[in-house]
């Protein structure tokens, strides 16, 4: 299997991609944990083109797609954003979202998608994710060297999530 990782901007394109992995990614986040009317409502704001655009536009927003013989398999979506507490006075970034699509969620796809993210983010210090708690990456995450820092709740559903750090040596 062929891996590459692209940067993906605001294009018609790039926009088509971004909908297709996040809506996946929303719909298996969420899919049997809330009313069906609400996961609607949430999916129609979050796939707005005037939504998407202005986010992947933002300078401090960097969307990475990777692709498994020409055909998108997942997305890490890294911003600016408030940090936890535990990385005051640190520069960090935030995984927004890393998701890989489930019939391509294999090591090899985690981890070409992980290194460039890393390789993006070399200027950072730390780095943190939050996911659901029952969210199959936190071991991949654990493995990459990801500590769980707190318990959350990830908006805008109020789920039960953890909130993992990375810090470099």
Same mark, same amino acid.
């Given at each position: 299997?062929?891996?590459?990782?692209?940067?993906?901007?605001?294009?018609?394109?790039?926009? #088509?991609? =971004?909908?297709?992995? #996040?809506?996946?990614?929303?719909?298996?986040?969420?899919? &049997?944990?809330?009313?069906a009317e609400d996961l609607r409502n949430y999916l129609d704001e979050?796939?707005? &083109?005037?939504?998407?655009?202005?986010?992947?536009?933002?300078?401090?927003?960097?969307?990475?797609?990777? @692709?498994?013989?020409?055909?998108?398999?997942?997305?890490?979506? /890294?911003?600016?954003?408030?940090?936890?507490?535990? =990385?005051?006075? /640190?520069?960090? /970034? &935030?995984?927004?979202? %890393?998701?890989?699509? !489930? #019939?391509?969620?294999?090591?090899?796809?985690?981890?070409?998608?992980?290194?460039?993210?890393?390789?993006?983010? &070399? @200027?950072?210090?730390? @780095?943190?994710?939050?996911?659901?708690?029952?969210?199959?990456? /936190?071991? %991949? @995450?654990?493995?990459?060297?990801?500590?769980?820092?707190?318990?959350?709740? =990830? !908006?805008?559903?109020?789920?039960?999530?953890?909130?993992?750090?990375?810090?470099?040596?």
């Open positions: 299997m062929n891996l590459q990782t692209k940067f993906t901007i605001a294009s018609e394109e790039g926009l #088509k991609m =971004l909908f297709l992995l #996040k809506k996946e990614h929303i719909q298996q986040m969420y899919g &049997n944990q809330v009313d979050q796939l707005s &083109n005037q939504n998407a655009a202005d986010q992947l536009n933002n300078l401090s927003t960097q969307l990475i797609t990777v @692709f498994a013989d020409a055909e998108p398999a997942g997305y890490a979506l /890294i911003k600016q954003a408030l940090a936890p507490e535990a =990385l005051k006075g /640190i520069k960090a /970034i &935030n995984y927004a979202s %890393f998701y890989i699509l !489930e #019939k391509y969620d294999s090591q090899a796809i985690r981890e070409c998608l992980w290194k460039k993210c890393l390789s993006v983010t &070399n @200027f950072y210090n730390a @780095f943190w994710i939050e996911l659901l708690q029952n969210d199959p990456l /936190i071991p %991949f @995450f654990e493995d990459c060297g990801f500590k769980i820092n707190q318990l959350s709740q =990830l !908006e805008p559903f109020g789920k039960k999530s953890v909130v993992m750090i990375w810090r470099r040596n």
